[in-house]
């Protein structure tokens, strides 16, 4: 006999659509009205604080950092700062995923390449990626290029292992198979194995944006001119919360829409993974 | 009896002779050669020898059932004969040439991921095409491809699955597929294991006679290796037991072929009804007795003649003979 219906807990909870909107809003509606209370209050206390700045002042301080020409720079630095990151962040995921793509596959298929790569691989990606930053900035400079190797470091090995342990759990039946059919090694690898580890390796860089942003935005803090980890270290001198928390906000927005097309993306090309 | 029993120049042998006593095979004979293979594994914990002595051949167009309980070594048997692993003694020759790594001369059913689940059922049919042309090859061959790769789904009765991925097919029509998908390659042999083991009842019955309709219509060699004998005596004309069992000694010991008969008769149709035939119920028994049930036949004394061949009951008689 079925029991009264359960809208949030129990293991057989099954709210209504409207409810389970509601319910993943939730946390998030509670946050905004908590940090409204703790500014209202602190700004009662203290008119001219800069530590919980109001949603109007945060407001007003995206506005002109988005739409207000920086005088000294010539751009909008809301822009210049989220284009300067992305492309850093785009280029330093883009390169570790075809390395760690690469690496993994072949070191799962061809024994050769695993007992050169694997320990190597799996030693590199036990070092901290951010102690290497001054190695980095020291031999790299203080351009975008130490910035993209620094994310590249971070990523490669993490996709890499990720990648490789996925190519072993593909079945043996199925390698036999294709070469039973007529696929030379390299055909195995790359039109074979490489499909098979597509979704895989979508749902590794989308587990690696984390790390990346960590990655960029301490580059960016240390040593840099523009970017949203640079603004936000460098506003960080003036205690203006009301640029850094909406910047923080910012970068949580494009991080999740990020992971959101990601997702979209693995779900329209990969429809036969379930 | 079988030509292939007696061809030795001696009459029927106990199953011991099957292994040992195999008689000469003469060039060409038979497709698939397995002469004198032994297996043996080496690990932390010794050695473990799956078989010493393995000899037998397909013969072109041959539907043969190799079938022998849970760790008699068929499926290891089927591994040396891929190419998969090498065997410890011995040749395996398939036309006359040593088997080496997988090729397009074996085609395989395997019983699980016997399709890329990656590609529609259309594409897994013709990715054995698809390998074999580069780029602007397949572009320029792909409609003719496409037709042949269409009448194979036709055959199949798959052609209103053709665009389906194989997660949104039922697992008979999986295995039709995958079964299209070795035959259109064409290999010389195609090796099934236990390709219709995950099925139910039902479904098992129409993929045996899918099976069984192909086989007639092409004649395409096929090494069947089953554990179900109800399975194999409908589908095989010829039969071949793997056991590890010895009825003469009534010991447990390394893997031999205790069996190796051609059972097809006219009685067998295409039909699920010929497995109501006496004749079909009496085979099982008999292989079950001499390869699969070490337990009924504890006592030598107590083994029932009625269920042995002439080719078995040699065997039977020494040991009795032999006390």
Same mark, same amino acid.
């Given at each position: 006999?079925?029991?009264?219906?359960?809208?949030?807990?129990?293991?057989?909870?099954?709210?209504?659509?409207?409810?389970?909107?509601?319910?993943?809003?939730?946390?998030?509606?509670?946050?905004?009205?908590?940090?409204?209370?703790?500014?209202?209050?602190?700004?009662?206390?203290?008119?001219?604080?800069?530590?919980?700045?109001?949603?109007?002042?945060?407001?007003?301080?995206?506005?002109?950092?988005?739409?207000?020409?920086?005088?000294?720079?010539?751009?909008?630095?809301?822009?210049?700062?989220?284009?300067?990151?992305?492309?850093?962040?785009?280029?330093?995921?883009?390169?570790?995923?075809?390395?760690?793509?690469?690496?993994?596959?072949?070191?799962?298929?061809?024994?050769?390449?695993?007992?050169?790569?694997?320990?190597?691989?799996?030693?590199?990606?036990?070092?901290?990626?951010?102690?290497?930053?001054?190695?980095?900035?020291?031999?790299?400079?203080?351009?975008?290029?130490?910035?993209?190797?620094?994310?590249?470091?971070?990523?490669?090995?993490?996709?890499?292992?990720?990648?490789?342990?996925? @190519?072993?759990?593909?079945?043996?039946?199925?390698?036999?198979?294709?070469?039973?059919?007529?696929?030379?090694?390299?055909?195995?690898?790359?039109?074979?194995?490489?499909?098979?580890?597509?979704?895989?390796?979508?749902?590794?860089?989308?587990?690696?944006?984390?790390?990346?942003?960590?990655?960029?935005?301490?580059? $960016?803090?240390?040593?840099?001119? $523009?970017?949203?980890?640079?603004?936000?270290?460098?506003?960080?001198?003036?205690?203006?919360?009301? @640029?850094?928390?909406?910047?923080?906000?910012?970068?949580?927005?494009?991080?999740?829409?990020?992971?959101?097309?990601?997702?979209?993306?693995?779900?329209?090309?990969?429809?036969?993974?379930? | 009896?079988?030509?292939?029993?007696?061809?030795? #120049?001696?009459?029927? !042998?106990?199953?011991?002779?099957? =292994?040992?006593?195999?008689?000469?095979?003469?060039?060409?004979?038979? *497709?698939?050669?397995?002469?004198?293979?032994?297996?043996?594994?080496?690990?932390?914990?010794?050695?473990?020898?799956?078989?010493?002595?393995?000899?037998?051949?397909?013969?072109?167009?041959?539907?043969?059932?190799?079938?022998?309980?849970? #760790?008699?070594?068929?499926?290891?048997?089927?591994?040396?004969?891929?190419?998969?692993?090498?065997?410890?003694?011995?040749?395996?020759?398939?036309?006359?040439?040593?088997?080496?790594?997988?090729? +397009?001369?074996?085609?395989?059913?395997?019983?699980?991921?016997?399709?890329?689940? !990656?590609?529609?059922?259309?594409?897994? +049919?013709?990715?054995?095409?698809?390998?074999?042309?580069?780029?602007?090859?397949?572009?320029?061959?792909?409609?003719?491809?496409?037709?042949?790769?269409?009448?194979?789904?036709?055959?199949?009765?798959?052609?209103?699955?053709?665009?389906?991925?194989?997660?949104? *097919?039922?697992?008979? /029509?999986?295995?039709?597929?995958?079964?299209?998908?070795?035959?259109?390659?064409?290999?010389? +042999?195609?090796?099934?294991?236990?390709?219709?083991? =995950?099925?139910?009842?039902? %479904?098992?019955?129409?993929?045996?006679?899918?099976? *069984?309709?192909?086989?007639?219509?092409?004649?395409?060699?096929?090494?069947?290796? %089953? !554990?179900?004998?109800?399975? =194999?005596?409908?589908?095989?004309?010829?039969?071949?037991?793997?056991?590890?069992?010895?009825?003469?000694?009534?010991?447990?010991?390394?893997?031999?072929?205790?069996?190796?008969? %051609?059972?097809?008769?006219?009685?067998?149709?295409?039909?699920?009804?010929?497995?109501?035939?006496?004749?079909? %119920?009496?085979?099982? /028994?008999?292989?079950?007795?001499?390869?699969?049930?070490?337990?009924?036949?504890?006592?030598?004394?107590?083994?029932?003649?009625? !269920?042995?061949?002439?080719?078995?009951?040699?065997?039977?008689?020494?040991?009795?003979?032999?006390?």
């Amino acid at each position: 006999m079925f029991k009264r219906k359960q809208y949030l807990f129990g293991i057989h909870a099954d709210p209504p659509t409207l409810i389970a909107w509601c319910y993943r809003i939730a946390p998030f509606v509670a946050i905004i009205v908590l940090y409204h209370f703790i500014s209202s209050a602190y700004l009662a206390e203290n008119p001219d604080g800069k530590v919980f700045p109001s949603f109007a002042m945060m407001g007003e301080r995206m506005w002109e950092m988005a739409f207000m020409r920086d005088i000294r720079a010539g751009s909008f630095p809301l822009w210049a700062d989220t284009m300067a990151s992305l492309r850093r962040l785009g280029a330093g995921i883009l390169l570790a995923a075809l390395a760690g793509l690469f690496l993994g596959l072949n070191m799962a298929l061809f024994p050769g390449m695993r007992l050169i790569a694997l320990p190597f691989v799996t030693s590199l990606s036990i070092i901290p990626a951010l102690a290497l930053l001054p190695i980095l900035l020291i031999v790299f400079g203080f351009g975008d290029l130490a910035k993209v190797v620094l994310i590249f470091l971070g990523l490669t090995f993490y996709i890499a292992r990720d990648i490789y342990s996925t @190519t072993l759990e593909i079945p043996k039946e199925l390698l036999v198979k294709a070469q039973t059919l007529g696929a030379s090694e390299v055909a195995l690898a790359y039109r074979i194995v490489l499909p098979l580890t597509m979704p895989r390796l979508i749902e590794a860089v989308r587990q690696s944006l984390g790390p990346a942003w960590l990655f960029l935005i301490a580059s $960016e803090g240390i040593a840099s001119t $523009e970017g949203l980890g640079y603004r936000i270290f460098l506003q960080r001198r003036y205690l203006d919360m009301a @640029t850094i928390i909406p910047y923080v906000a910012w970068i949580t927005s494009l991080a999740f829409l990020f992971d959101r097309c990601l997702a979209y993306m693995s779900k329209q090309m990969y429809p036969w993974k379930r | 009896m079988d030509d292939r029993v007696r061809d030795s #120049g001696r009459p029927a !042998h106990s199953s011991n002779m099957v =292994a040992h006593n195999t008689p000469p095979l003469n060039e060409h004979e038979g *497709l698939l050669e397995i002469r004198d293979v032994a297996k043996t594994y080496s690990g932390s914990g010794g050695e473990k020898v799956v078989f010493e002595s393995i000899n037998f051949r397909v013969s072109r167009g041959e539907l043969v059932a190799l079938v022998g309980p849970s #760790g008699s070594g068929k499926s290891t048997l089927l591994r040396l004969i891929l190419g998969q692993e090498r065997p410890s003694r011995g040749e395996l020759l398939l036309d006359g040439e040593s088997l080496g790594y997988p090729d +397009i001369r074996r085609g395989i059913v395997p019983q699980h991921y016997g399709l890329f689940p !990656h590609l529609t059922v259309i594409e897994n +049919i013709i990715l054995g095409d698809r390998l074999d042309c580069g780029w602007l090859d397949w572009r320029k061959n792909y409609r003719r491809l496409r037709e042949r790769a269409d009448e194979f789904l036709e055959a199949a009765d798959l052609a209103a699955h053709r665009d389906r991925y194989p997660y949104q *097919l039922s697992g008979g /029509e999986q295995q039709r597929a995958a079964v299209m998908q070795a035959l259109l390659k064409d290999p010389a +042999i195609v090796l099934m294991d236990e390709p219709f083991g =995950a099925l139910d009842p039902g %479904t098992r019955e129409r993929m045996q006679v899918f099976l *069984l309709k192909l086989w007639e219509e092409r004649k395409k060699t096929i090494l069947f290796v %089953t !554990h179900d004998l109800e399975e =194999a005596v409908f589908l095989a004309p010829r039969i071949i037991a793997l056991s590890p069992y010895n009825w003469q000694t009534n010991t447990i010991g390394t893997s031999r072929i205790v069996y190796d008969k %051609t059972v097809r008769d006219r009685w067998r149709a295409l039909s699920t009804e010929s497995k109501k035939d006496p004749r079909f %119920t009496e085979t099982i /028994e008999q292989i079950r007795d001499i390869a699969f049930e070490p337990d009924r036949k504890r006592q030598v004394g107590d083994f029932d003649d009625r !269920h042995l061949s002439e080719f078995d009951t040699a065997g039977a008689e020494e040991t009795r003979g032999g006390g």
